[in-house]
Each structure stands twice: as C-alpha cells, then as structure tokens.
C-alpha cells in the first residue's frame, strides 16, 4: 500500500508559481510511475503529467513548458512545479501512482492522494 498526500496549493495570481509536491509512505516511490491530474469544477479530471520511474516526464499539452515534473527520493517526494499560472489551471490537483507501467490513464492507477485546491485569480 502506498498513502500519498498532495500539498502546497493556494490562490494566486495570474502568471505565478506554485510548486506542489506529493508526499508517499508505505513504499518508496521511486519505484512507482506518478501522474498529476486535475479536476476543476463541473469538469472532468484531466492528466496533467507523469513522470517514468527512471525519472523522465511527460505533459499533457495544456501544460507543456509551464510545469516541470521531478522527483526527489531522498525525500520520497515527487514535485510539480507550476510557471506562468492561468486561470485555465484552477483546480484540485491530485497526485497518484502505479507500479506496473506507465501511463496517462487515470483509471490505471492504484493510488491517489486527497487533492490540493490551485485557485489562479486575474
């Protein structure tokens, strides 16, 4: 069993940053794929991105040269660091993982956080 737990959301204004992280135990997470999904309100959760667990990302086009995707084993810690924020990206952010492969499928991951609230204000 992995628990994951997102943090470091808030409101911000259009064209800050924001860096959330999400935060494992039960299992070092290196050995895991972790994606990044948001929902905002009256939509669908949407892939944000994923990163492979020899450490490459990959983004979903909305977001691809705004967000950086890294992971920090020491810490046990992946990190999703958010540039040039739009109102388009105000969501619940969550954070999930998979062992077996990688994917941009939210229904192919086994666990998930409980989210963190980005609200981008203009």
């Known amino acids: 069993q992995v628990q994951l737990v997102e943090s470091g959301g808030g409101l911000v204004q259009v064209g800050a940053s924001l860096r959330l992280s999400c935060s494992a135990s039960g299992r070092t997470l290196d050995s895991y794929t972790v994606g990044w999904f948001r929902q905002a309100p009256g939509k669908e959760r949407d892939f944000v991105a994923v990163?492979?667990?020899?450490?490459?990302?990959y983004y979903s086009d909305s977001v691809k040269g705004r967000f950086t995707l890294f992971r920090d084993n020491a810490k046990n810690k992946v990190y999703l660091q958010m540039n040039s924020l739009r109102p388009e990206d105000t969501a619940v952010y969550y954070c999930?993982?998979?062992?077996?492969?990688?994917?941009?499928?939210?229904?192919?991951?086994?666990?998930w956080g409980q989210g963190t609230q980005v609200t981008v204000s203009s």
């Open positions: 999930a993982a998979v062992r077996v492969r990688w994917t941009t499928s939210e229904d192919e991951y086994d666990y």
């Open positions: 990163i492979r667990r020899d450490g490459s990302p």
